[in-house]
């Protein structure tokens, strides 16, 4: 158990629909990682959290997603309008004790149709 | 070019065998070094971190050299459930994003 939940652990979705991801972390962390994995591929980074406050985020991340953290415990990643190459499994992470590395919550695995 | 590159395999052995995967990465800047393991449709799980000096965990032997940008993991005597993909990953600023590279898949047959 890496001490993260996600929720759902899969989701179905029509082309156009949008979708929403949650992200728990059964313990307080201050920081809160999202990263993205497609088929044949390493996780790539999406964004990240310090608390509240959305610090950093990648240039995978288009208009169409948007993450939140509002009360600087669990964070929502929100889809809207999908899309065929959204298709993939979207992973939550908090960092280690020693704050090198990080921990992996079960993901998501979404299927666009 | 990738951030973190590796050769996707997949590696196939017998068990009992010793198997390498190697692993390169481009910014110099990087400061911490991991290998994860991850099974098919799970999340990737913390196999060891990577030194410099190297350091082993068991069956499992992993060396960075920092001059040549090259990350190594060495399996002794595979088990069959060492069958699975071991991503390299490589942390360049403290506290932020981790970089993966596509993995290599190895599976180890009786």
């Known amino acids: 158990d890496t001490g993260v939940s996600q929720d759902p652990r899969h989701k179905i979705t029509k082309r156009g629909q949008n979708v929403t991801f949650r992200c728990d972390p059964i313990?307080?962390?201050?920081?809160l990682y999202w990263y993205r994995q497609t088929l044949g591929q390493g996780p790539e980074f999406l964004t990240y959290?310090?608390?509240?406050?959305?610090?950093?985020k990648s240039r995978l991340l288009s208009d169409r997603f948007s993450a939140e953290r509002p009360k600087g415990s669990f964070s929502t990643l929100e889809i809207q309008r999908t899309e065929q190459g959204d298709s993939a499994m979207y992973l939550c992470a908090i960092p280690a004790v020693n704050q090198e590395t990080q921990y992996f919550g079960p993901g998501t695995r979404l299927l666009v149709l | 070019r990738k951030e973190v590159e590796q050769d996707p395999g997949p590696f196939n052995v017998p068990e009992g065998a010793t198997v390498a995967f190697n692993c390169t990465y481009s910014?110099?800047?990087?400061?911490?070094f991991f290998w994860y393991r991850q099974d098919c449709r799970k999340e990737p799980k913390l196999l060891m971190s990577v030194y410099s000096s190297g350091n082993e965990d068991g069956r499992f032997t992993a060396q960075l050299n920092r001059a040549s940008q090259y990350i190594s993991l060495l399996i002794r005597d595979s088990k069959l459930s060492d069958s699975a993909t071991y991503l390299c990953v490589v942390n360049a600023k403290s506290f932020q994003k981790l970089v993966f590279g596509t993995g290599t898949r190895l599976l180890v047959s009786p």
């Open positions: 959290f310090q608390n509240e406050a959305q610090l950093e």
């Open positions: 910014n110099s800047a990087s400061q911490s």
């Open positions: 313990s307080e962390h201050n920081r």
